[in-house]
């Protein structure tokens, strides 16, 4: 409210100054200073009375004809009462009191004119106005809907590295402290750093050998990872754990469904502005081509959905399910 106060004075100030310098007469800056502090008390009168009163109560309700004919009757009213003032201030200037005579017509279509122009300016305003609460309110829903989706993001990985990791135990096996570090560093990127909007690249990249590191000591020799990463990993950022659901998809039917011998293969171009990312995974040859998507269905539809909300109209998607191969390519335009 008291910034409000402080811009209508401002524009008020502006507007006194404006008639200050557009009149002219012979009889000193208090005598004109006098006369256009008399106006601008009467058009503030009549714009305020326009928008707090006229407009809320009649132009917002639709009720068009009553709000036009107040409008002009309030012109009626107050523009002669500002021109008795300026009479009797102009007792000593008959001059000035024959030309508020002669220029009344006037005196009624600028004051006219200026009470309008309040209507346009307050309906712009609330326009604005509104359209930046839509905006904070689909941002904030936005917000909402990735924090949602990111928290359906790895909930099956953690469950199965925990029971492997347990199975290791039991065997005393050396390979338990190195996933037990692995899944540590995962688990702190995945409560601390992913709550940013962009992270560094590098860091992702970072994650996803973690990850791959920890399938590998899972499967064993049968599954064949390969991860490759081409182009300068500099200071790029990107939206966090996007291509996580990529990996979870094909690690879930490149060995599962009576396959002895999986292979998954992903490879990351890099450049300053832009990063494709392909992952290619094996299927079994008996297994239903919808299968694949039905399995992975909840993850990949959430990705599909993040990448609509954080690139919109700056990625391309192209998902090729084929007998015996399952490949995702994925290109986003980091600028």
């Known amino acids: 409210m008291t ?3 402080v811009y209508h004075t401002i524009i008020w100030l502006l507007f006194l100054v404006f008639l200050i310098l557009f009149e002219e007469n012979e009889h000193g800056f208090f005598f004109t200073l006098t006369n256009e502090l008399i106006n601008v008390s009467v058009y503030a009168l009549m714009v305020y009375y326009n928008i707090y ?10 009720k068009i004809f009553q709000y036009l004919g107040l409008l002009i009757l309030a012109v009626i009213v107050i523009t002669p009462l500002k ?7 102009f007792e000593n200037y ?3 009191q024959n030309s508020l005579l002669i220029n009344l017509n006037w005196y009624f279509l600028f004051s006219l004119l200026i009470t309008s122009s309040s209507t346009v300016v307050k309906i712009m305003a609330d326009w604005l106005r509104q359209q930046r609460n839509l905006q904070e309110l689909e ?28 199975a290791l135990t039991l065997k005393k096996s050396d390979k338990a402290p190195e996933i037990v570090v692995k899944l540590s560093e995962m688990m702190r990127y995945m409560l601390y750093e992913c709550n940013e909007k962009k992270v560094f690249l590098s860091k992702e990249i970072h994650y996803i050998r973690n990850y791959l590191d920890l399938e590998e000591l899972r499967h064993g020799k049968s599954m064949q990872i390969n991860f490759e990463v081409e182009g300068r990993v500099g200071n790029q950022k990107i939206a966090p754990l996007m291509f996580i659901p990529f990996l979870e998809n094909s690690f879930k039917h490149g060995l599962n ?12 171009n890099v450049a300053d502005e832009s990063i494709h990312f392909h992952i290619e995974n094996s299927k079994a040859d008996a297994l239903p081509s919808n299968t694949h998507k039905r399995s992975g269905g909840i993850g990949l539809v959430n990705v599909k959905r993040r990448l609509d909300i954080i690139y919109p109209d700056h990625h391309d998607l192209d998902i090729a399910d084929n007998p015996d191969t399952y490949a995702v390519d994925l290109l986003i335009d980091l600028d």
């Not at 009163?53 to 639709?62: A, E």
């Open 3 to 5: 910034q409000r106060v």
């Open 53 to 62: 009163y006229l407009i809320p109560n009649y132009l917002s309700k639709n």
């Open 83 to 89: 021109t008795i003032i300026f009479f009797f201030k």
């Open 257 to 268: 469904n009576s396959i002895t011998q999986g292979y998954v293969n992903i490879q990351l």
């Open 139 to 166: 941002t904030q829903t936005m917000q909402s809907e990735l924090r949602f989706l990111k928290s359906q993001i790895n909930p099956h990985f953690l469950f199965n590295t925990l029971n492997s990791l347990y």
């Open 94 to 96: 008959p001059s000035y």
